[in-house]
């Protein structure tokens, strides 16, 4: 496994922190990497002067190749550095140096994105069904509770169902399964397009992709804002957080 070194400053006691971490994740060789990545060790250190917890983001390559997945994180970690991202140089690079067919090539931006593209290709799921469904889903719940306001919203695995998981901004999340109903009409729908990210294409597959794709697909309709599905799914909150 290849490492790199890097310093970083402590916020707390202004100590320098040598830390090491993997530049490229094989996970059929380095199975335990995968459990690091989800549960969000890989990415954590203690000062060793002060004991303060720090975290590292670095550039990863993540590699699982019984899943075929791909995942290029390259951290972001503000607005102004979002509007500088050059997406296509590093889809160019990839695309120049990754040949092998039928991989979900991924770029990503923030740790989260990256849990979430792992633990989706881990249940056999399509990222982008489960892009569009965030705005199925959104849109129930912005109609029912207009007094929370939505932050984000993440895939996740529940009580061995799909779920989504609501960050708001009063502080708390909510969970909420998802219809397979739902999922499989999406994916009937989409189907070209969600079928095409699988076939050895290098893609930002997050909200802008999403709307884009209903966008689209509304001008395929006849320009009518038809509803992404006809189904009409019962949002049920499984628990709130603090």
Not at 91 to 114: C, G, W
């Amino acid at each position: 496994m290849e490492n790199k070194k890097y310093t970083i400053k402590c916020p707390e006691c202004g100590a320098d922190v040598e830390v090491s971490r993997p530049a490229i994740i094989n996970v059929q060789n380095d199975p335990e990497y995968k459990i690091k990545v989800l549960t969000g060790e890989l990415f954590n250190e203690k000062c060793p002067k002060c004991g303060q917890g720090l975290q590292v983001v670095s550039r990863i390559t993540y590699h699982d190749m019984e899943k075929r997945l791909m995942v290029y994180f390259r951290p972001v970690t503000s607005q102004d550095e979002l509007k500088t991202f050059d997406y296509e140089a590093i889809r160019s690079a990839i695309e120049d140096n990754f040949k092998a067919p039928n991989y979900a090539i991924r770029v990503v931006t923030t740790v989260n994105e990256l849990m979430e593209k792992i633990k989706i290709a881990e249940f056999g799921l399509n990222d982008g069904v489960i892009e569009i469904a965030k705005f199925v889903y959104f849109d129930i719940f912005t109609k029912q509770f207009e007094n929370i306001g939505v932050v984000n919203i993440y895939y996740e695995r529940r009580d061995d169902k799909n779920a989504l998981i609501f960050f708001c901004n009063d502080g708390q999340t909510r969970s909420i399964f998802i219809d397979p109903d739902v999922y499989a009409s999406i994916e009937k729908r989409f189907s070209a397009v969600c079928k095409a990210i699988y076939t050895s294409r290098v893609c930002m597959v997050g909200r802008d992709w999403a709307l884009r794709m209903i966008k689209a697909y509304s001008k395929l309709d006849g320009d009518k804002q038809e509803p992404v599905t006809d189904i009409k799914p019962e949002l049920k909150l499984l628990n709130s957080d603090n």
